[in-house]
Antibody, heavy 116, light 107 residues
């Protein structure tokens, strides 16, 4: 059974950093692109980052480019999202997802609140 | 960026009825559209990808159609567990973009 479990969320002040983790199990992690998708409170879904199987290629929307960094450790079947220079508009639930273009499996999400 | 316009915003229906949700892309995305269901306390669920391909394990009462810019998700014979939020997403090009969502409620 595919499982994706996010961790590392919490309350952080504007301008500070936070790193999210996603532990994957139930599939060969190194064979899949992986992604982060977020959802602000009472809002829709927004794709945040994608990483290739080896980690050599990464993709971001303009809203987070230069501030967020996606990475992975295939030996640990883990995905990460380093978030720097956080803004109030980054407040959201962050989901880890397995990507085939579309997202076929999602984690339950972790909440990040950016507030002073 | 490809803008995805989803309609209606809200939809109320009774169990046993059929409903349709629409998604329009701002430019052609070929067949590359996915549909998701979101329910509180549960992981988001992929229903349809590539416009009309049913994800494994999803009941056949769900179907997708369309190509280019116009797509539709149809749910026949609604079951109580079908009520929730539905999103479309284009997976043709980066940045991937989602529709604004449709809330399907019990009438």
């Amino acid at each position: 059974e595919v499982q994706l479990v996010e961790s590392g969320g919490g309350l952080v002040q504007p301008g500070r950093s936070l790193k999210l983790s996603c532990a994957a199990s139930g599939f060969t992690f190194s064979n899949y692109y992986m992604a982060w998708v977020r959802q602000a409170p009472k809002k829709g879904l927004e794709w945040v980052a994608t990483i290739s199987t080896s980690g050599s290629r990464t993709y971001y929307p303009d809203s987070v480019k230069g501030r967020f960094t996606i990475s992975r450790d295939n030996a640990k079947s883990s995905l990460y999202l380093q978030m720097n220079s956080l803004k109030s508009e980054d407040t959201a639930t962050y989901y880890c997802a397995r990507q085939l273009g579309y997202f076929d499996y999602w984690g339950q999400g972790v909440m990040v609140t950016v507030s002073s | 960026d490809v803008q995805m316009t989803q309609s209606p915003y809200n939809l109320a229906a009774s169990p046993g009825e059929s409903v349709s949700i629409n998604c329009k892309a701002s430019k052609s995305i070929s067949k590359y559209l996915a549909w998701y269901q979101q329910k509180p306390g549960k992981a988001n669920k992929l229903l349809i990808y590539d416009g009309s391909t049913l994800q494994s394990g999803i009941p056949s009462r769900f179907s997708g159609s369309g190509s280019g810019t116009d797509f539709t998700l149809t749910i026949r014979s609604l079951e109580p567990e079908d009520f929730g939020l539905y999103y479309c997403q284009q997976h043709n090009e980066y940045p991937f973009t989602f529709g604004s969502g449709t809330k399907l409620e019990i009438k």
